[in-house]
């Protein structure tokens, strides 16, 4: 059976620093290792490398990008090859720009457990840096406007926390976690209640100090959900035009309240929606439709 180790410090600190829980980060590369090892060993690494050889390897990147999950791919080097084997040295960090054949880690371990590790390490760190990579390109197309890209709750069962983490290394905002952290009143909701208004009364008697956000498809829904008392409203699907009239609509009458456009929003329109006045905009793609950035692992010497 195959055998994983306990994270070191050094990992555990740097996953923390990040805003993560390292013992979730450790289940989750636990439980891939197992779906890859299917309760057997990696065949052909144990066929073809001697047991105590040991190599060093580079992880470069193939593209241009944003790197995110070096922390999480040092708990990968951990789990398998062992910390009191293994030395896992960061090259950048999380969140840097990175061109294609820049060197982001080396790692030195037993060459076996290294191959074994490879590919769960590479999955994440590809996904999670794509994650980024795309964020960036949002992030970089409002710059010079007070408007945030914001991500959704469209994520991978599993790799919700490890991708919002990427968004923030992407240089975006996270929205609301899960179902729980923020009540986000949305179209069904309204209809299964009634409306928007006995929506939010029901939601603001159950949770009084929880932030409550009400999607609206139109600038009547907006006027309901101001005298409604939302502290955010989600424009979904608005023109630019009607983008203009609800931010005119919130500074006369609701200067506090936080407006958000969704639906339809595309990067090569981001900066014409930014400056209608929106302070944020909530892309889904930045998680559920972000192409892998290309990196590999090569080893250097045995």
């Not at 424009?235 to 630019?240: A, E, M, P, S």
């Not at 329109?269 to 692992?297: F, M, N």
């Amino acid at each position: 059976m195959f055998v994983t180790h306990p994270l070191s410090d050094p990992t555990r600190h740097r996953l923390i620093e990040g805003g993560l829980d390292p013992d979730a980060v450790a289940q989750l590369v636990r439980a891939t290792l197992a779906e890859d090892l299917m309760g057997g060993r990696d065949v052909t690494s144990v066929a073809t490398i001697a047991a105590d050889q040991r190599s060093i390897a580079v992880f470069a990147t193939r593209a241009d990008g944003v790197v995110a999950g070096l922390a999480v791919v040092a708990a990968v080097v951990d789990t398998v090859c062992g910390a009191s084997a293994s030395r896992f040295d960061y090259l950048r960090a999380d969140g840097d720009r990175v061109r294609a054949g820049d060197q982001v880690a080396t790692v030195v371990a037993p060459t076996r457990s290294l191959l074994t590790a490879e590919r769960t390490a590479l999955n994440l760190l590809c996904h999670l840096s794509g994650v980024a990579t795309l964020t960036r390109s949002w992030a970089d197309a409002l710059a010079g406007t007070s408007t945030i890209v914001r991500d959704t709750r469209k994520t991978m069962p599993g790799l919700r926390a490890l991708e919002k983490y990427a968004v923030r290394c992407g240089g975006g905002q996270n929205h609301r976690m899960g179902l729980s952290d923020a009540a986000l009143i949305k179209d069904n909701h309204v209809a299964a209640a009634g409306g928007i208004t006995a929506a939010f009364e029901r939601v603001r008697a159950m949770a009084p100090d929880l932030r409550i956000e009400v999607e609206v498809d139109d600038l009547a829904g907006l006027h309901e959900a101001i005298a409604a008392g939302a502290d955010e409203v989600l424009l979904d699907n608005f023109t630019l035009d009607d983008l203009r009239e609800a931010v005119r609509i919130r500074n006369a009458s609701a200067p506090h309240l936080v407006l958000e456009a969704s639906g339809g929003l595309r990067l090569a329109t981001a900066a014409a929606v930014a400056a209608t006045g929106v302070d944020h905009i909530a892309v889904g793609e930045l998680t559920h439709s972000a192409p892998v950035l290309d990196l590999g692992l090569d080893l250097q010497a045995g």
